[in-house]
């Protein structure tokens, strides 16, 4: 009797100890579309069992037997495209919030998986004349920079703002025009620019292309968080 008992308590213990832990997926959220978190399509599709077929002529995917227009989604600059949980739940996934919304359930069938919202974080390498920009352990934006001659672009740990404007034109510097500019300290801004070498050319601010590579300029004003910690290095 007393094996019997032993027994019938190791059972739920020893299948706890088995179950294999729910795959996690950190998600991609933007500053400018707060409402809604996003995820890659393939990783997404892939957890979900759901294989996406797209229609670049019609600009349309079809996830779970349902179409979607890709002018609902979203893009990294290297072309990965973004799908978001409201969409996911149109194709018939039960998306589930946990943790205050800083975490979800996403679940279809047999099949689940978790979202993880993670902090934001940019770097700016005066060195490589590099920006990354990561959301948790995720690289959501790697592009070519120009900052300032002379050492001019001041190194340190900064947060992003307070002032952020699709449209900015220097005070300093002949009216010159700085679309998608994210203020990182006093006049010292990250912004758009159609001339962006791979070599300091700017009188101080950080010059990210946003006519060509897919507009990372863009995608980093609409991307990044007022406070969001931005270090510059010169290694």
């Not at 740990?157 to 220097?170: D, I, M």
């Not at 758009?192 to 010059?207: D, E, L």
């Not at 006519?211 to 990372?216: C, D, I, R, V």
């Amino acid at each position: 009797m007393k094996i019997t008992r032993f027994l019938a308590l190791l059972i739920p213990f020893t299948t706890a100890l088995s179950a294999p832990a729910a795959p996690s997926l950190e998600a991609v959220t933007f500053a400018l579309d707060s409402k809604r978190t996003f995820l890659p399509l393939i990783e997404a599709s892939q957890q979900l069992g759901w294989p996406p077929r797209r229609n670049e002529e019609k600009g349309t995917v079809i996830l779970n037997g349902k179409t979607f227009s890709t002018s609902t989604m979203r893009t990294l600059t290297d072309g990965t495209m973004l799908i978001s949980l409201d969409t996911l739940a149109k194709a018939g996934a039960t998306v589930t919030p946990q943790e205050d919304d800083s975490a979800f359930k996403v679940a279809s069938s047999h099949r689940y998986f978790r979202v993880i919202r993670a902090g934001k974080r940019a770097e700016v390498n005066l060195k490589d004349q590099r920006l990354r920009a990561w959301e948790g352990k995720r690289l959501v934006l790697d592009t070519n920079i120009s900052s300032g001659r002379g050492s001019r672009t001041p190194s340190g740990e900064f947060k992003a703002g307070p002032y952020k404007a699709r449209r900015h034109y220097s005070s300093r510097y002949n009216n010159a025009y700085m679309p998608y500019s994210v203020q990182v300290t006093g006049h010292i801004f990250i912004h758009g620019f159609k001339h962006v070498p791979k070599y300091p050319a700017s009188h101080g601010c950080i010059r990210v292309p946003y006519l060509t590579g897919g507009n990372p300029a863009r995608f980093f004003y609409e991307w990044i968080d007022k406070g969001t910690p931005i270090t510059i290095v010169r290694k």
